[in-house]
């Protein structure tokens, strides 16, 4: 970089003018004129603020020391010799010769010359601006220079008026500077220190800093100098300081020995001391003819300027008051609208929010200016924002909507409609106008609206799927229990020896297989047979475990982590298993080859309303403790699309399967007043948490099994039923136990059948039958004989049956397809 020597300030301030033009002189001339007049009323305030008072009557010293900025020009700053040289330093010269005081001088660095006076090295320091913090360890003689401080920006930079228009650029300033409170107080804290106003106009110089702040005298002298003036733009003051000289605190009687010395200096001598470093005006004597002609003619324009002047503000008066009234109007408006009403400019940025911003989002009108929409829109809805937005951009006039969910000041989302128009073509406006109304209440009512939609056709499924079981369990039922009647009936008729044995288990297997689907299809439409107890679900997985472990893949790793004193819930076992094996062959099927886990977990929590909420079949059920058993897997997830149809009936995602595992898993729950929640994401794994309703009731002693049962029995049976196989089958087993029998293939034949055979002991009844249904012929042939035990053989489940003969005098029911040695237990109940 350059180096600068500084010269002597009245070369600076020399011009020759004898290569210009007279009528480029007028303003110069006038210009040095006024600041003549401006310089003599300033001296003459100076020196009336000069004037001594009464201090502490003391010895006066033989030498002062003072401290002083040692580049500041034109009050101070070094010569060639590196003396010390300016306004400033001749002042104290010509104190010294009236007070007879040697005065010792010592220019420095600012930071630097307060560090020392604060020190002690030094009695008196100069230069100094007055502040509070300052007047805690000094006082201060009265101001003898008023000094302005603005800001100094490079030409290429606009939009700086002020303190509060730097914040975000780096602005240099003097280290220990009084400007530097004022530029903290208005927020700028990017603050780069240099130890001098030469160093920073230097550094301005070789294009370090753009943002400045220097007072103006020694920015003048030092842009000049370095020929950049031309580069730079300042503002208004930030504030103008005023030069003084403190001692420190309590010095009473060094301050008025200083202000004595400098009063006892003329107004004259001062002036002669400013005209030295400042200049004097150039003589105009050749050309003050044409300045009076200047004179007239600006003061013709400026009568006319005046009259001219008086008419424009009675116009803009008039327009003022109109144009207040318009705001007014529009001011009112904006308050009182729902809807908030924003002006963004073409980068996306808020320029204006109405009132309603504030009520509606908490933010208040400052707090929103700089931010766009897509800051503060969902992040799951930024896309759908920007999107709309980049294509509001390409066509002027164009009205875009969109809804999305707006972040508030406290963190949480609000649903707005958001209609914008394009008008950034337009001049008077220059922007985007955007209307944002709230519709949270519609979307909660939509939300609710989708809900019960959702609810209405899950039970229409549910409904249907009712409608196909009962179908399933009278026909398909039928079925099965002839190919299971006689499988049974082969195998106690032939001996264990027989190859047909193995043959004959396999039927009996597949014909279980047949109905376990059916039972799946009623669990489903919650009409399954539930056999109720206390049980424990952790006995329930502790006897399982064996089963569980050779049922998942070999790369699949089963853990359990039990809760210890868990309470008792009312389920059925059987059901319970079922839903068990399902959770935990979908789980293994999920982690597939790769190798995974499948952690199985049980405890106790009280479930909210908040909570259930977001559980499956959370309409029926109530809040309170819960007992919970929790299987999750480390295998592939689910996606959204798949979560919302894991439940319908007949989907799957696998080749095989039949779609029916999840939905009896859900018809399970629902019977059991439980409920589900599901945790699942694409390549992070599948937590499925079932929830029962804990019970703090013991749990009953579990029964043992009796073994073989040789019960038989005598009297003569009549069978009711619309299928010939079943009468065939049924006619067997019950003879196989010691029973003769009679067949009826109606309802109708049933009571003819049984007016004419008074010996019958007992009646096993079908209940869908074609002339006369069961329920009907059940009536009848209560109303012949009070006393005659009916049993019910259906496909139907034992709950559905019961609660049609409830009171009736029902004397049991068989569920189809049963075996003989169910029969022969039913038999043996009554």
């Given at each position: 970089?350059a180096?600068?020597?500084?010269?002597?300030?009245?070369s600076?301030?020399?011009?020759?003018?004898?290569?210009?033009?007279?009528n480029?002189?007028i303003?110069?001339?006038?210009s040095?004129?006024?600041?003549?007049?401006a310089?003599?009323t300033?001296?003459?305030?100076a020196?009336?603020?000069?004037?001594?008072?009464?201090?502490n009557?003391?010895?006066?010293?033989?030498?002062?020391?003072v401290?002083?900025?040692n580049?500041?020009?034109?009050?101070?700053?070094?010569?060639d010799?590196?003396?010390?040289?300016?306004?400033t330093?001749?002042q104290?010269?010509?104190?010294e010769?009236?007070?007879?005081?040697?005065?010792?001088?010592?220019?420095?660095?600012?930071?630097d010359?307060?560090?020392?006076?604060?020190?002690?090295e030094?009695?008196?320091?100069d230069?100094?601006?007055?502040?509070e913090?300052?007047?805690?360890?000094y006082?201060?003689?009265?101001?003898?220079?008023?000094i302005p401080?603005?800001?100094?920006?490079?030409?290429?930079?606009?939009?700086?008026?002020?303190?509060?228009d730097a914040?975000?650029?780096?602005?240099?300033?003097?280290?220990?500077?009084?400007?530097?409170?004022?530029l903290?107080k208005?927020?700028?804290?990017n603050?780069?220190?240099?130890?001098s106003?030469?160093?920073?106009?230097?550094a301005?110089?070789?294009?370090?800093v753009?943002v400045?702040t220097?007072?103006?005298?020694p920015?003048?002298?030092h842009l000049?100098?370095m020929?950049?003036?031309?580069?730079?733009?300042?503002?208004?003051?930030?504030y103008?300081?005023e030069?003084?000289r403190a001692?420190?605190?309590?010095?009473?009687?060094l301050l008025?020995?200083?202000e004595?010395?400098?009063?006892?200096?003329?107004?004259?001598?001062?002036?002669?001391?400013?005209?030295?470093?400042?200049?004097?005006?150039?003589?105009?004597s050749?050309?003050v003819?044409?300045?009076?002609?200047?004179a007239?003619v600006?003061?013709a324009?400026?009568?006319?300027?005046?009259?001219?002047?008086?008419?424009?503000?009675?116009?803009?008066s008039?327009?003022t008051?109109?144009?207040?009234g318009?705001?007014?109007?529009?001011?009112?408006?904006?308050s009182?609208?729902?809807d908030?009403?924003?002006?963004?400019g073409?980068?996306?940025?808020?320029?204006?929010?109405?009132?309603?911003?504030?009520?509606?989002?908490?933010?208040a009108?400052?707090?929103?200016?700089?931010?766009?929409?897509?800051?503060?829109?969902h992040?799951?809805?930024?896309?759908?924002?920007?999107?709309v937005?980049?294509?509001?951009l390409?066509?002027?006039?164009k009205?875009?909507?969109?809804?999305?969910?707006?972040?508030?000041?406290?963190?949480?989302?609000?649903?707005?409609?958001?209609c914008?128009?394009?008008?950034?073509s337009?001049?008077?406006?220059n922007?985007?106008?955007?209307?944002?109304?709230?519709i949270e209440?519609?979307?909660?009512?939509?939300?609710?609206?989708?809900k019960?939609?959702?609810?209405?056709l899950?039970a229409?499924?549910?409904?249907?799927?009712g409608?196909?079981?009962?179908g399933?369990?009278?026909?398909?039922?039928?079925?099965l229990?002839?190919?299971?009647?006689?499988?049974?009936?082969a195998?106690m008729?032939?001996?264990?020896?027989?190859p047909?044995?193995?043959?004959?288990?396999?039927i009996?297997n597949?014909?279980?297989?047949?109905?376990?689907?059916?039972?799946?299809m009623l669990?489903y439409?919650?009409?399954?047979?539930f056999?109720?107890e206390?049980?424990?679900?952790?006995?329930?997985?502790t006897?399982?475990?064996?089963?569980?472990?050779?049922?998942?893949?070999?790369?699949?790793?089963?853990?359990?982590d039990?809760?210890?004193?868990?309470?008792?819930?009312e389920a059925?076992?059987?059901?319970?298993r079922?839903?068990?094996?399902?959770?935990?062959?979908?789980?293994s099927?999920a982690?597939?080859?790769?190798s995974?886990?499948i952690?199985?977990?049980?405890?106790?929590?009280d479930?909210?309303?908040?909570?259930?909420?977001?559980?499956?079949?959370?309409?029926?059920?109530?809040?309170?403790?819960?007992?919970?058993?929790?299987?999750?897997?480390?295998?592939?997830g689910?996606d959204k699309?798949?979560?919302?149809?894991?439940?319908?009936?007949?989907f799957?995602t696998k080749?095989t399967?039949?779609?029916?595992?999840?939905?009896?898993?859900?018809?399970?729950?629902?019977?059991?007043?439980g409920?589900?929640?599901?945790?699942?994401?694409?390549?992070k794994g599948?937590?499925?948490?079932?929830?029962?309703?804990a019970?703090?009731?013991p749990?009953?002693?579990?029964?043992?099994?009796?073994?073989?049962?040789?019960?038989?029995?005598?009297?003569?049976?009549?069978?009711?039923?619309?299928?010939?196989?079943?009468?065939?089958?049924?006619s067997?087993?019950?003879?196989?136990?010691?029973?003769?029998?009679?067949?009826?293939?109606?309802?109708?034949?049933a009571?003819?059948i049984f007016?004419?055979t008074?010996?019958?002991a007992f009646?096993?009844?079908?209940l869908?039958?074609?002339?006369?249904?069961?329920?009907?012929?059940?009536?009848?042939?209560?109303?012949i004989?009070?006393?005659?035990k009916?049993?019910?053989?259906s496909g139907?489940?034992?709950?559905?049956?019961?609660?049609?003969?409830?009171?009736?005098g029902?004397?049991?029911?068989?569920q189809?397809p049963y075996?003989?040695?169910?029969l022969?237990?039913?038999?043996?109940?009554?």
């Open positions: 970089m180096r600068f020597e500084h010269k002597c300030p009245e600076c301030h020399a011009t020759t003018f004898s290569r210009r033009r007279v480029s002189m303003i110069p001339i006038a040095y004129v006024l600041r003549f007049f310089l003599s300033f001296l003459l305030a020196s009336t603020c000069m004037a001594s008072s009464p201090g009557s003391v010895a006066s010293p033989t030498s002062i020391r401290v002083m900025d580049n500041y020009p034109p009050y101070v700053f070094k010569g010799q590196g003396q010390l040289k300016g306004i330093v001749d104290w010269n010509l104190w010769k009236r007070t007879g005081i040697h005065v010792e001088l010592t220019g420095t660095d600012w930071s010359a307060q560090r020392r006076m604060d020190a002690g030094f009695d008196v320091i230069t100094i601006f007055r502040n913090k300052r007047e805690k360890v006082d201060f003689t009265k101001p003898y220079a008023v401080v603005p800001l100094f920006f490079h030409k290429d930079i606009s939009g700086i008026s002020g303190p509060d914040r975000g650029f780096m602005v240099a300033a003097k280290a220990g500077g009084n400007v530097l409170d004022v903290r208005h927020g700028v804290t603050i780069v220190e240099y130890p106003y030469e160093k920073i106009i230097e301005a110089y070789d294009g370090k753009k400045f220097v007072d103006r005298p920015a003048l002298y000049n100098k020929g950049i003036q031309d580069q730079f733009r300042e503002t208004a003051p930030l103008s300081g030069f003084r001692v420190p605190k309590g010095r009473n009687d008025a020995m200083v004595k010395g400098f009063a006892g200096i003329t107004p004259a001598e001062y002036r002669a001391i400013d005209k030295k470093w400042m200049g004097i005006p150039i003589s105009a050749p050309y003819r044409y300045v009076g002609y200047s007239l600006i003061a324009l400026v009568a006319g300027l005046l009259v001219w002047l008086r008419l424009l503000k009675r116009a803009v008039r327009k008051r109109e144009l207040s318009s705001e007014e109007r529009f001011r009112s408006i904006m009182l609208s729902p908030i009403i924003s002006i963004i073409k980068d996306g940025a808020f320029e204006y929010n109405s009132p309603s911003a504030e009520r509606i989002h908490g933010y009108q400052d707090e929103m200016l700089g931010l766009t929409p897509l800051d503060l829109a992040p799951e809805d930024r896309e759908r924002v920007d999107r937005f980049k294509e509001l390409k066509t002027p006039e009205i875009a909507n969109v809804q999305y969910r707006y972040r508030n000041k406290d963190g949480s989302y609000t649903w707005v409609e958001w914008a128009c394009n008008q950034l337009n001049p008077h406006i922007g985007i106008i955007a209307i944002s109304r709230n209440d519609r979307k909660r009512v939509e939300s609710e609206r989708l019960l939609e959702q609810q209405l899950h229409q499924k549910l409904e249907s799927l409608v196909l079981a009962g399933i369990a009278h026909d398909f039922n039928n079925i229990m002839t190919i299971m009647g006689n499988a049974d009936l195998l008729r032939i001996t264990a020896e027989s047909a044995v193995e043959n004959l288990r396999r009996e597949a014909a279980a297989q047949a109905a376990d689907l059916a039972k799946q669990a439409s919650g009409k399954g047979k056999v109720v206390h049980i424990n679900v952790n006995s329930l997985l006897e399982m475990l064996h089963m569980l472990e050779v049922s998942i893949s070999k790369s699949a790793v089963l853990r359990l039990l809760a210890r004193d868990l309470p008792l819930v059925d076992t059987t059901q319970m079922q839903i068990i094996m399902n959770l935990i062959i979908n789980a099927e982690i597939g080859d790769t995974g886990v952690a199985v977990s049980t405890g106790c929590m479930c909210d309303p908040g909570y259930l909420k977001d559980t499956w079949l959370d309409e029926d059920i109530t809040a309170g403790p819960y007992v919970y058993l929790e299987i999750a897997d480390t295998g592939c689910m699309e798949t979560l919302a149809r894991i439940f319908d009936p007949f799957t080749f399967g039949r779609g029916l595992g999840m939905a009896a898993v859900l018809g399970i729950l629902r019977g059991h007043k409920a589900i929640k599901i945790y699942t994401e694409p390549g599948t937590t499925f948490k079932i929830l029962l309703p019970d703090s009731r749990a009953e002693p579990a029964g043992h099994d009796s073994g073989r049962n040789d019960w038989h029995g005598a009297g003569k049976v009549l069978i009711v039923d619309d299928d010939e196989t079943i009468l065939g089958i049924g067997e087993m019950l003879e196989e136990l010691g029973f003769s029998t009679t067949t009826a293939r109606d309802g109708r034949e009571v003819a007016k004419e008074p010996d019958i009646v096993i009844l079908d869908t039958m074609p002339h006369m249904n069961g329920e009907e012929c059940f009536r009848e042939l209560r109303r004989r009070p006393d005659v009916v049993i019910i053989s139907y489940n034992e709950q559905e049956v019961t609660r049609k003969f409830a009171g009736k029902l004397a049991g029911f068989i189809k075996r003989l040695s169910a022969q237990e039913a038999l043996q109940g009554i």
